[in-house]
């Protein structure tokens, strides 16, 4: 079983992530989980954090002469900011008087309900756990299971479809998809050129305003076979696994498969994908006319693309703060303001590629088995033969 967790504070000296599960013998290659976690801080409209910041995964065990053994791995991401926070946020109990405090919680922040829950006097520790710097320890896990998939033939990628008021219309495909990749800058990760550009301009618009913007981006799985996941329990739906994963990211406030949202407004016979053989490609003959289901029915993969998406909330942070109250003195005030992203669609994409990706390796896992990649792969081969005699 695929299992993993995350540790750190924002601010604190490192994050810490953990993955076990994986076979023996996985091939990892340091480059291509710094370059995910490079694309994690890239995009149009990031706040100053991102300059601080140059992140790089230092892993501590579970690889040796760059093969995964079979043991816990285990990350290391360094917080390069917290040279300026070592006196305000020590582990050891320093001085009150160097701590920074959050005096009024920010609204669309963990903030106050984090500090009542915790019953903290104050949202520090809140938000230090709570922000979205955490995605970072996904990332570089996310890139070791793409790592995984990729040795099965499997893709993970995302594209942004919206930012604020600008929309890509239609189903992106996956050739336009997968040239975003290499691109040496990332604007907003949107495969439309024109569309793109737009979206920029809504970003200038919340930038001059003092405002933030939220959007959607799509996550595809490329050349996943049929049969991951399963209609015979609840909690096995690969359906399911996916849209707790996505929906777990920060700021994520709806996840949708395939055409979800604009397959209730419209009839089946506009929705359901049309079942052919004639397929040229892929693990079976069978075809499809498009693909609104988004690779998935019944919650087990059909061999269609798996679409993704989430739909983040605009940024919560302010430079013109909302309303808000002091903790200490329970008078209004403007919330509190800490250095911010205005958006951050395109990242939010790439933690939701390394949701997605560590899912459908959790689900691989659990299909194919394997302590060693040996193993795994001539396991998988022999289902892709049976498929092929289908
Ligand atoms: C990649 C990424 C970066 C984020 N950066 C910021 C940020 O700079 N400022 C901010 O207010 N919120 C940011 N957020 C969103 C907040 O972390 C999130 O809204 C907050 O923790 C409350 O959680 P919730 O929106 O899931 O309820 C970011 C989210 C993601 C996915």
């Not at 076979?225 to 209609?231: F, K």
Request: hydrophobic fraction near 40%.
């Amino acid at each position: 079983m695929l299992r993993y967790f995350t540790a750190g504070e924002s601010h604190g000296e490192a994050l810490v992530a953990f993955l076990s599960g994986l076979p023996a013998g996985l091939k990892i290659d340091q480059t291509f989980l710094d370059r995910d976690l490079w694309r994690r801080q890239q995009g149009y409209g990031r706040g100053g954090r991102m300059k601080i910041e140059r992140d790089t995964a230092h892993i501590l065990s579970g690889v040796r002469h760059g093969m995964t053994i079979g043991s816990p791995i285990s990350i290391e991401i360094a917080n390069r900011d917290w040279k300026n926070w070592e006196e305000s946020l020590p582990v050891s109990e320093g001085d009150p008087d160097k701590h920074k405090r959050v005096a009024s919680p920010r609204p669309g922040h963990a903030d106050l309900a984090g500090a009542l829950k915790y019953n903290f006097p104050e949202a520090r520790y809140v938000l230090e756990r709570a922000s979205a710097r955490e995605t970072t320890a996904r990332v570089a896990l996310g890139a070791i299971a793409k790592l995984f998939l990729r040795e099965l033939g499997i893709d993970v990628l995302s594209h942004v479809v919206t930012t604020g008021s600008v929309s890509v219309s239609n189903q992106v495909p996956w050739e336009k998809i997968r040239p975003l990749y290499d691109l040496p800058e990332v604007l907003l990760n949107c495969a439309d050129a024109d569309a793109e550009q737009r979206m920029k301009e809504e970003v200038d618009k919340v930038l001059r305003t003092g405002d933030s913007v939220g959007g959607v981006f799509e996550v595809v799985a490329h050349n996943v076979p049929p049969g991951l996941g399963t209609y015979a329990q609840w909690d096995e739906r690969l359906d399911a696994l996916l849209a707790s994963a996505v929906m777990s990211l920060q700021a994520v406030k709806a996840v949708e498969i395939g055409s979800g949202v604009a397959a209730a407004f419209a009839p089946g016979s506009q929705v359901h994908d049309e079942i052919g053989y004639s397929a040229t490609s892929g693990f079976t003959a069978f075809s499809r006319a498009h693909n609104n289901a988004g690779g998935i029915e019944g919650g087990v993969s059909n061999g269609e693309d798996i679409r993704v998406r989430g739909y983040l909330k605009p940024i919560s942070t302010l430079r013109r703060p909302l309303q808000s109250v002091d903790f200490s003195t329970r008078e209004p005030v403007k919330a509190a303001y800490e250095r911010s992203d205005v958006c951050v669609v395109p990242a939010a994409g790439v933690a939701a590629e390394s949701m997605v990706a560590l899912t459908l390796a959790r689900c691989a896992l659990e299909k194919f088995g394997g302590d060693s990649m040996i193993e795994t792969l001539r396991n998988f081969m022999g289902y892709c033969e049976q498929l092929k005699n289908y």
